[in-house]
């Protein structure tokens, strides 16, 4: 179940009945777990560490507490569990043991930027956190320049004006970015603007840097003639391949104008 990302109070009372009721609290972060259960009042002697270094081996501990008929909660360290966060091993062995599974709905980050965003795109991609190297950040930007979804990414406070930098150079400077920090917590900041301007608000005050970052980017708007799939189709050929070659055989898979493919592809390569 998800725990609150900062304020303690954003946890819903099936949350803390859930919480109150189980045998066993396995947690991503104990210290911090135990903090939460206390704040409500709930004993904090049951619970054990469940992180990404000892995943598997307590999912073998967990499935034998359940198949004893002890009921265990898991709690993320904020947020929600198996989403950028340790979990999806744990719930994919308790399925295989044939145990059931049941979410308790809560906070998510990335929702909660999305609704103060100001985005009014009907479609995101939830992407989750890129690449910690430039090159491969780069490389990954480039399988996502066509799509017309915003684009959802995490990103820590460290690499956030890298990560920008990389957006720019791949995206372009005339996207829409929201630059959402510290969601629920007490410097909580939500900045818009464009991709052009986004490093430069960054670097002007060093305390926009700290804290987690959900960062959201405007979609691609869609090239008259070529379809979303014929776009993502000359991407991942630019990638492999050099441009008249990645053209020719983008043409020949897709069927599109050879010649507005070549512009689209000068496009893409501009903003490699």
Request: hydrophobic share 45%; charged share 15%; aromatic share 4%.
């Amino acid at each position: 179940m998800p725990p609150p990302i900062g304020n303690l109070r954003d946890i819903t009372l099936r949350a803390l009945d859930t919480l109150a009721a189980a045998d066993v609290v396995a947690a991503e972060d104990t210290r911090n777990t135990a903090h939460l259960l206390t704040h409500h009042g709930i004993s904090a002697n049951k619970l054990m560490a469940v992180h990404q270094n000892n995943e598997r081996g307590a999912s073998e501990k967990i499935i034998s507490l359940l198949q004893t008929g002890l009921s265990v909660a898991f709690v993320s360290d904020a947020g929600t569990p198996a989403v950028s966060d340790p979990g999806a091993l744990l719930v994919q062995a308790v399925h295989a043991a044939g145990l059931r599974v049941i979410p308790v709905p809560g906070v998510s980050a990335a929702i909660a930027a999305l609704s103060a965003s100001g985005m009014a795109a009907p479609h995101f991609l939830f992407y989750g956190f890129l690449p910690n190297k430039s090159a491969a950040r780069r490389t990954a930007l480039q399988a996502l320049i066509s799509h017309p979804y915003t684009l959802v990414f995490y990103e820590a406070p460290h690499r956030i004006v890298e990560c920008v930098v990389d957006l720019l150079a791949v995206l372009g400077g005339e996207r829409q970015i929201v630059l959402a920090r510290e969601i629920t917590k007490l410097f909580e900041t939500i900045h818009a603007g464009t991709l052009a301007e986004a490093e430069t608000w960054l670097l002007s005050d060093s305390n926009q840097q700290r804290g987690e970052f959900v960062v959201l980017v405007s979609g691609a708007v869609p090239q008259p003639g070529l379809s979303v799939e014929t776009l993502n189709t000359l991407s991942l050929l630019l990638e492999e391949l050099p441009l008249k070659q990645a053209v020719q055989l983008g043409a020949k898979i897709t069927g599109a104008n050879r010649s507005e493919l070549y512009q689209r592809a000068l496009q893409l390569k501009d903003h490699a």
